[in-house]
């Protein structure tokens, strides 16, 4: 009994039990109509009194619920695996991975930041200098200087920024030329004509031969009267109107800018040299075409 309870446990749990209904439906009425056919004087047997389907169901339906199960043990369908097996199959192997995987993540990420922290002190101390010198370098290999000036003359006033060399005034008696910046950055360096006198408080004497070489700063104006045939002159007044260092995106452009010099400046500058004041106060400066600047000699 046993047994047979068993068998109707497995078929209501595996949806099966239908088709052993029609099976045992099937097996009772083939003897019937076999017999009934043999026998011509007994009745035949009303077709309507055999069992169907749903004359069987009742009789399966009293073993009770699909859960109630006498075997031991859950049951498995061989054809289908169920959600919570496949859940479970599919993360165990990934609960694996990623727990054997974050170990190595872990130690990598452990060491990597050991190594950062241990070898950042070490190589900050030995770069800092080294990197200071050659930013320095780099600069001082690349600056140039621009000098722009407001000239004010009898026939105007003109804004001019100045090459080195620039002349002011008339070529052949100039009121002042540009010999470029100082050592420091701060003043602008011009050189007075044979002819030409300073007047104002502002500029300062760079060379005490006569004053004849001035330093103007940002901002200071200097008037310069050139003396002309007989008690005529002509009145000029300079202002610096910009000063400033400029840093190139290479050596090669910062050297370029700062052998720019005048068309006329050079041939002017020796005709001024022949003048004995002026050729004194000349010969107490020197250019630096590495640096762009004027500077004075040792020698008085």
Known sequence: MNALRRLIADLVDK????????????????????????????????????????????????????????????????????????????????????????????????????????????????ATPKVTAITAASRSARSAYQTVVSFTRPGGTRERPLYRLSVLGNASSPALQYLGVGADGEYAIFLLGPKATASGDDGACVVDVGCRVIGLRKGDRLGVDVAGAGSSSRHY???????????????????????????????????????????????????SPLTGTVGLTSAP
């Open 15 to 126: 949806r099966l039990w239908p088709v052993a209904a029609l099976l045992v439906a099937t097996a009772v009425a083939v003897p019937l109509l076999i017999g009934g056919g043999g026998d011509p004087g007994s009745p035949a047997a009303d077709p309507v009194a055999l069992p169907t389907a749903a004359a069987v169901t009742p009789a399966v339906e009293l073993v009770g619920p699909p859960a109630v199960r006498t075997r031991p043990g859950p049951l498995r369908d061989p054809f289908r695996r169920t959600k919570k097996a496949a859940a479970s199959g599919s993360s165990a192997p990934s609960s694996g991975s990623a727990g054997t995987s974050s170990k190595p993540s872990t130690a990598k990420a452990t060491s990597a930041k050991s190594t950062g922290s241990g070898s950042a002190p070490a190589k900050a101390k030995p």
């Open 237 to 287: 007044v300079v202002e610096v109107t910009g000063l400033r260092r400029l840093v190139m995106r290479s050596a090669g452009r910062a050297a370029a800018w700062r052998k720019r010099v005048d068309p006329i400046g050079r041939e002017v500058l020796r005709t001024l040299g022949e003048d004995d004041a002026t050729g004194a106060a000349l010969r107490r400066l020197r250019y």
